[in-house]
Every structure is written in structure tokens, then in C-alpha cells.
């Protein structure tokens, strides 16, 4: 393997994320903002609140995810650097993989950060172990990325393919959307939940970036 063009699309990615302005940002400001308009269209009933708020903050982080996913993939495929990245002799799924993890960490970890914070508007706990939620969200969110990552390499080719990405992304997010509220209840299978959600996320990060690479290799045809 050669480390040197898998960093270097690191590299790109991380700057591509915060491309255009606002870049990372957009993703925060959705899930802030649909966090926010919740509690005001449910009421103010802090048993109801408590009771649908790690199931509304896990929708808002999946849907989230989904703003700059098209970013990915879609100017190396019009520049033509896709192709270059082919020919490298680095594996396309390790170069897939450090694409996505670049973006995640630009755009995915702060909503993770930011989820803990959030869910004090549903009524949560603040004595609550803010460290081990921040943990679940960043957790979950890795999973979240990387399987949107196989629906933007499935969509590079395609102009504003959002929601050829959105519909390929959203059925792989339910396991890790369930088991990621579940573990913030205190409910039947609560403890178990984390565990998991920690082996759904594993099963994303082994198989994602194979599905990436397979449908890269396509659109470069």
C-alpha cells in the first residue's frame, strides 16, 4: 500500500469540506436549527420531550449528514482527478475511505460535539455523562458518513445528485439511528445498545469503503 496518495486525498478532502464559504458549517446550522423548531412544534411537556428526544436528535444527526455528502467525490469525478486516483497503485477503497473520514472529521465530529448540548433543550439530564453521549453521536455519525459515502460514489457522475444519495444513504442509517436513541433511553436493551451500535458502525467502516471503491471504478468507465 502507499500512504502517500491516500494522505494526500486526506488532504483534499479536508479542504473541500470547507470549501464554497460556509463549507462544514451547513451541516451544523440543519441539525441546530431542526433541533430547535422541534421543542416548539411538540410543546414544552418535559416527559414528552424526554421521552422523543434521542429519537428526534438521531434523525436530525442522519439527515445531517447527508448536506455536503455529494462533496465527496463529485469534483475529482468533473476534474478528472478521480482517474488519477485510480492510477495511483493505492487501493481505491483506502482513497475512498480517507475521502470520507476527511469529511466526517471536518463536518460529522463537530455535530457530535455540539449533540450532547442539544439534547439539553429535550429535557436531558445535564448531570448526564456528556463525554460518553458525545462518544455514541461521533459513533453513530462515523457510520452515518460512511455509508452515505457509498450513495456519493453511486451519484458522482450525477449533476446534484442529493437525492439519488438521500435515498441510497437513509435505509442504511435505521440500524445505527435505532440502536444510537436506544442507547440514550434508560428502556429495555439500553445497555446493550451501545455495543451495538459500536459493531454496526464496524460493519460500516469494513464494508463501506469497498462499496465506494466498486462504484468509483464504474463511474471512471
Same mark, same amino acid.
Given at each position: 500500500?502507499?500512504?502517500?496518495?491516500?494522505?494526500?486525498?486526506?488532504?483534499?478532502?479536508?479542504?473541500?469540506?470547507?470549501?464554497?464559504?460556509?463549507?462544514?458549517?451547513?451541516?451544523?446550522?440543519?441539525?441546530?436549527?431542526?433541533?430547535?423548531?422541534?421543542?416548539?412544534?411538540?410543546?414544552?411537556?418535559?416527559?414528552?420531550?424526554?421521552?422523543?428526544?434521542?429519537?428526534?436528535?438521531?434523525?436530525?444527526?442522519?439527515?445531517?449528514?447527508?448536506?455536503?455528502?455529494?462533496?465527496?467525490?463529485?469534483?475529482?469525478?468533473?476534474?478528472?482527478?478521480?482517474?488519477?486516483?485510480?492510477?495511483?497503485?493505492?487501493?481505491?477503497?483506502?482513497?475512498?475511505?480517507?475521502?470520507?473520514?476527511?469529511?466526517?472529521?471536518?463536518?460529522?465530529?463537530?455535530?457530535?460535539?455540539?449533540?450532547? $448540548?442539544? @439534547?439539553?433543550?429535550?429535557? %436531558?439530564? #445535564?448531570? /448526564?455523562?456528556?463525554?460518553?453521549? *458525545? !462518544? =455514541?453521536?461521533?459513533?453513530?455519525?462515523?457510520?452515518?458518513?460512511?455509508?452515505?459515502?457509498?450513495?456519493?460514489?453511486?451519484?458522482?457522475?450525477?449533476?446534484?445528485?442529493?437525492?439519488?444519495?438521500?435515498?441510497?444513504?437513509?435505509?442504511?442509517?435505521?440500524?445505527?439511528?435505532?440502536?444510537?436513541?436506544?442507547?440514550?433511553?434508560?428502556?429495555?436493551?439500553?445497555?446493550?445498545?451501545?455495543?451495538? $451500535?459500536? @459493531?454496526?458502525?464496524?460493519? %460500516?467502516? #469494513?464494508? /463501506?469503503?469497498?462499496?465506494?471503491? *466498486? !462504484? =468509483?471504478?464504474?463511474?471512471?468507465?
Amino acid at each position: 500500500m502507499r500512504p502517500a496518495p491516500i494522505l494526500s486525498a486526506f488532504r483534499q478532502a479536508l479542504g473541500e469540506a470547507w470549501a464554497g464559504g460556509a463549507g462544514a458549517l451547513l451541516p451544523l446550522g440543519f441539525f441546530a436549527g431542526a433541533a430547535v423548531l422541534v421543542p416548539l412544534g411538540i410543546g414544552t411537556d418535559p416527559a414528552t420531550l424526554r421521552a422523543v428526544g434521542p429519537g428526534i436528535l438521531w434523525v436530525a444527526l442522519a439527515l445531517s449528514s447527508l448536506v455536503t455528502l455529494e462533496r465527496i467525490f463529485q469534483a475529482d469525478t468533473e476534474d478528472g482527478a478521480l482517474d488519477l486516483w485510480l492510477q495511483t497503485g493505492a487501493p481505491a477503497s483506502a482513497i475512498a475511505g480517507a475521502k470520507t473520514f476527511a469529511h466526517w472529521l471536518a463536518a460529522g465530529l463537530p455535530l457530535a460535539l455540539l449533540s450532547p $448540548l442539544l @439534547a439539553l433543550m429535550f429535557q %436531558a439530564e #445535564a448531570s /448526564a455523562d456528556l463525554l460518553r453521549n *458525545a !462518544a =455514541l453521536y461521533a459513533l453513530g455519525g462515523l457510520a452515518f458518513y460512511f455509508w452515505g459515502g457509498v450513495g456519493a460514489a453511486l451519484s458522482a457522475t450525477v449533476r446534484r445528485g442529493g437525492l439519488l444519495i438521500s435515498l441510497i444513504a437513509l435505509p442504511l442509517y435505521v440500524p445505527t439511528a435505532i440502536f444510537g436513541a436506544l442507547s440514550m433511553t434508560h428502556g429495555p436493551g439500553s445497555e446493550s445498545a451501545p455495543l451495538f $451500535l459500536a @459493531a454496526s458502525t464496524l460493519f %460500516a467502516l #469494513a464494508v /463501506a469503503p469497498f462499496a465506494m471503491a *466498486a !462504484a =468509483l471504478r464504474l463511474a471512471a468507465d
